[in-house]
């Protein structure tokens, strides 16, 4: 059956280190893969997204990579802060099923200062 | 400013009865998605429309409708045949197909309690 898992559900790290988030998938192709910040009461809110034919993206602090033959993508948040504490869901689409993504439980991040 | 609202943020409803949740977005986007979420739990998709005039079911349709008659706006009615309505319910919108961006953009979300 199709599974999307992300972590655990909840990880803490202490201030200035890096953060890294894991979303691993079964019996998808995903052409693509988002990460969306969601904060509690709130909507997601798009961060980046990665192409299958791409190995690393980054943006700022953030850096996604996707591994198709591990199925895998790993979200890092460097220098993480306090303010980056969130939950985070990452969100696959295949080719072929237009806009739709289908997206994984997420991970609650804690920063902890 | 442009972005997409949804009304109300709490409603409450008793068993039994139909209620319509609001989505409006002035961003000029095709398509339109709503979402619902259970604590502990990844976004369902419920509908999503493509284009006005057409909307397809998602993986937990059933006991929900939906109407695209406008661009702007893609209400949801939740009916008395869902049998466990109470959750957080999102909707969101992108661009549209064919444009090499597939971003979505949420509302603040509405949280429904049924007793």
């Known amino acids: 059956s199709q599974k999307i898992e992300q972590n655990s559900e909840a990880l803490n790290i202490q201030e200035g280190k890096t953060a890294t988030l894991t979303c691993n998938y079964t019996?998808?192709?995903?052409?693509?893969l988002q990460w969306y910040r969601q904060d509690p009461g709130r909507g997601p809110v798009f961060l980046l997204l990665?192409?299958?034919?791409?190995k690393e993206k980054r943006k700022e602090r953030l850096k996604v990579t996707f591994d198709t033959t591990l199925k895998q993508s790993l979200f890092h948040i460097t220098a993480s802060q306090p303010a980056d504490s969130a939950t985070y869901l990452c969100?696959?689409?295949?080719?072929?099923?237009?806009?739709?993504?289908?997206f994984g439980p997420g991970t609650r991040l804690s920063v902890l200062p | 400013d442009g972005g997409i609202t949804q009304s109300p943020k709490y409603l409450f409803r008793k068993e039994g009865q139909n209620v319509t949740l609001s989505c409006e977005q002035n961003?000029?986007?095709?398509?339109m998605y709503w979402y619902r979420q259970d604590p502990g739990q990844g976004l369902r998709l419920i509908y999503y429309?493509?284009?006005?005039?057409?909307?397809q079911k998602g993986d937990i349709a059933e006991g929900y409708s939906v109407s695209r008659e406008k661009k702007e706006s893609f209400p949801l009615t939740v009916t008395s045949a869902q049998k466990n309505p109470t959750a957080f319910y999102l909707c969101?919108?992108?661009?549209?197909?064919?444009?090499?961006?597939?971003?979505?953009?949420f509302g603040p979300g509405t949280r429904l309690t049924v007793t």
């Open positions: 961003l000029n986007h095709d398509a």
């Open positions: 429309s493509q284009i006005v005039n057409d909307f």
């Open positions: 019996n998808y192709s995903p052409a693509y």
């Open positions: 969100a696959l689409g295949e080719a072929g099923y237009g806009q739709n993504f289908v």
């Open positions: 990665i192409r299958e034919n791409e």
């Open positions: 969101a919108s992108s661009i549209g197909s064919g444009t090499g961006r597939f971003e979505q953009y």
